[in-house]
């Protein structure tokens, strides 16, 4: 009975033993992906809230231009500088409250300290 245990054991401590190995050959392609993974979508984060502020001054541009062609224009006009304001408000609140460009600049300058931020994010 205890040799069945022993082997047992040693198939556990085995496996353990391979598993430990494995994880410790996965950790820089684990690191390297997290980080390509906070380039990419901080800069497209941002990307895309530069486009929509882009966006908003444009629909502003345009409601002002609107209302000095035609008075006709009114209702347009005020639908466009409406919409722009409010998109551009979020957008600004959101670059502003996320961390996407701190976060865009750490991960492509200092790659180990944007993982060992994302470290400390998962233990807090």
Known sequence: MNTLIEN???EILDLAEKGV????????????EIVQYGIWFNA???TISLIVLVLSL????????????????????C???ILG???GVITLIYLIGSDCVPNL?????TPKLYLLEQLKGLLV
């Open 8 to 10: 047992k054991l040693v």
């Open 21 to 32: 190995l494995w994880t410790g050959d996965q950790l820089p392609d684990l690191a390297k």
């Open 44 to 46: 497209i984060g941002l």
């Open 58 to 77: 444009v629909g502003i541009g345009a409601g002002i231009y609107l209302e000095n062609q035609s008075r006709y224009a009114s209702r347009l006009y």
């Open 79 to 81: 639908t466009l500088t």
């Open 85 to 87: 304001m409010v998109f």
């Open 105 to 109: 600049i750490m991960a492509l300058i």
